[in-house]
């Protein structure tokens, strides 16, 4: 599987998310104008979106669902 700059940068947006960083710092270290693009970040947290995120970073599991 190769990388894509586009999915790195969504895995880095999830992650981001996921380790409790601020949406605004999200939304700063990516670009965002609006805080509502960077806030489809807090809707990619299903399982589904876990394992891919654990699959890109290679070395990070992914969390299980409460």
Known sequence: MHATPKGLRHGFGVAAV??????NLVQRWLGHAKLETTAIYTNAIGDEERAIAARLWGDV??????
């Open 18 to 23: 996921q380790s409790g960083v601020p949406l």
């Open 61 to 66: 599991q992914p969390k299980q669902a409460a």
